[in-house]
């Protein structure tokens, strides 16, 4: 029978520092870019899936929607109607993929178990908060701006106001980044996912008025419309490239900036309680 | 001693069946079946839902200006193709996600094991995509029918092109998912291969206006024929040969159905 022994320590090991615990102020700074990083990281190992998809599809859009009613449809919002489309098929592609990018991160790493990576870290609920919204925000901008450069070769692109480009461009994919933090805490299996992204998030882009000016709605549509967060996010793009807005500017701003206040508020709370993340 | 248990327990048989494993082929028909049964409400209401929204963005989009397509009304016409695309759409990644899906859970074995040759798991799982596909269309043509209107003229004939656009996108998603390893794989061949293809189909546009390469590329492709089919049939308003648009799919079908069988038979990446 071998002998059992205790596993000799290393003397060496007592000679070495043992690691010893990072101190870090209020904010747990390398933390939060790391974080920020591998959600980066994450949609840009798949560029092809998360950057060319979303622009072959949106070219397709405006290929079809050009092609099929560029001839009746002459003028819309006071430009024509490849001029009225672009902005809205720019914005409609960055708060998909913005929403999709949160919402699959979330909900990937539950289905993997690798959430405990997200837990378990010394990370405050707004570090959490923030950096999983600021990785969402980088990849609607980022397909925002590979769509944007595409459409500007195919129709001329003027800015009208540089401010409401920015600004709605930014609170837009926050929001929707923040929508999807929001769903993918909430969902437990794909097709949780799956049912918000069709049934709600491609439904409020797609009557947003990106292919359309509101003005045109009959009735009651059109007070529905001005109730659709996503209108304003496109009424005001849109605005700053022609300077046409169907709906209030000042409104947009208000809805936007309120909107975002409260669901950054919602998910700081979400984290803290731990919802649905912890047993 | 184990004689007598031998005499008391019946050994189990082997099952004899002639060329054609009917309850084979049948038993892989229901299981994926099963697999759109069992979540019909989602499986149903996405196709609806997309359908819809495409219709009502068409309608808003051209607001009261003239749609300038002689002879039929928007409504009509973009109808035919939104119940095309929910057939095709569904018929590819239905089997191509099965199969994806299979490999990675390692339920694959499953269908390669029994008793099934190559054609007869060939076709269980583009037959199974064409009922499911069917169905789906019926419905989505049916939340449709409020706003367009069907003549339906030639029901065998909306049922041929529908059925033999179901049956090609059937077998292509046997063979995507065939070929995936990834999901990657079965997204890209989603987004770069099949929305391009669909769409550029004379599908919310007729045909003639586009410019002749574009013209020519739209002629070679077989979702064309099959869209341009259940238009006539639906509606009596065509731009091809009915005879020339059947002649092609049915061509296509034998093609690529020959393809995915010999694929199939040499077990092309679904066989260690």
């Known amino acids: ?279 | 001693m184990t004689d007598s248990v031998g005499a008391r327990i019946a050994a189990p048989r082997a099952r004899s069946f002639g060329r054609v494993n009917w309850l084979g082929l049948w038993s892989l028909h229901q299981r994926e079946f099963g697999r759109f049964t069992k979540g019909y409400i989602d499986n149903l209401l996405g196709p609806v839902v997309t359908s819809l929204l495409f219709f009502a963005v068409f309608r808003l989009a051209l607001g009261g200006q003239s749609w300038n397509v002689p002879g039929i009304a928007l409504g009509d016409f973009v109808a035919p193709a939104l119940i095309m695309m929910s057939i095709a759409e569904r018929a590819l990644s239905s089997t191509s996600a099965s199969i994806l899906y299979d490999k990675h859970t390692g339920a694959l074995s499953d269908i390669l094991m029994p008793p099934l040759s190559a054609l007869e798991r060939v076709l269980g799982y583009a037959l199974s995509a064409t009922s499911t596909g069917l169905v789906i269309g019926l419905v989505v043509a049916l939340c449709l029918a409020p706003f367009a209107h069907y003549a339906l003229g030639d029901l065998p004939a909306i049922l041929l092109f529908a059925a033999g656009g179901g049956l090609l996108f059937g077998l292509l998603g046997v063979l995507v998912g065939m070929w995936s390893t990834r999901w990657d794989h079965y997204t890209a061949a989603h987004t770069f291969v099949f929305i391009p293809t669909s769409f550029f189909s004379g599908m919310f546009l007729p045909v003639a206006v586009l410019p002749e390469f574009a013209q020519t590329l739209v002629a070679l492709n077989p979702f064309y024929y099959a869209l341009d089919g259940v238009r006539g049939g639906l509606t009596g308003w065509r731009e091809a040969d009915p005879i020339l648009g059947a002649t092609v799919l049915i061509g296509c079908n034998l093609l690529v159905g020959a393809i995915v069988w010999r694929l199939m038979a040499r077990g092309y990446r679904v066989k260690p």
């Open chain 1, 1 to 279: 029978m071998p002998v059992m022994t205790p596993p000799a320590s290393n003397p060496t090991s007592s000679a070495a520092t043992t690691p010893a615990v990072r101190h870090f102020g209020p904010v747990n700074w390398v933390g939060l870019w790391t974080l920020y990083l591998k959600e980066v990281r994450r949609f840009a190992k798949v560029a092809t899936q998360t950057i060319l998809a979303p622009l072959v599809t949106t070219l397709l859009f405006f290929a079809i929607f050009t092609l099929a009613l560029g001839r009746a449809v002459q003028n819309v919002g006071g430009v024509s109607f490849p001029e009225f489309l672009g902005p809205g098929l720019i914005m409609m592609a960055m708060v998909q993929n913005a929403f999709a990018n949160t919402s699959s991160s979330l909900v990937i790493a539950k289905i993997q178990g690798n959430i405990v990576d997200l837990v378990m870290p010394p990370l405050s609920p707004a570090e959490l908060t923030f950096a999983l919204a600021a990785g969402g925000l980088t990849r609607g901008i980022a397909v925002g701006i590979t769509v944007g450069i595409v459409i500007a070769l195919l129709v001329p692109i003027h800015i009208h106001d540089v401010f409401f480009v920015l600004f709605h461009a930014l609170a837009a994919s926050l929001m929707l980044s923040l929508l999807g933090i929001l769903g993918g805490l909430w969902s437990e299996k794909f097709d949780h996912i799956a049912a918000v992204t069709n049934f709600v998030i491609t439904p409020l882009s797609f009557l947003s008025g990106a292919f359309y000016s509101a003005e045109r709605l009959p009735g009651i549509w059109h007070t529905v419309a001005h109730f659709n967060p996503f209108f304003y996010m496109i009424d005001g793009f849109r605005y700053g490239f022609i300077g046409h807005a169907d709906g209030s500017l000042t409104a947009g701003l208000a809805v936007l900036t309120l909107a975002n206040i409260a669901l950054y508020a919602l998910i700081h709370r979400l984290f803290a309680i731990g919802y649905k993340l912890r047993p």
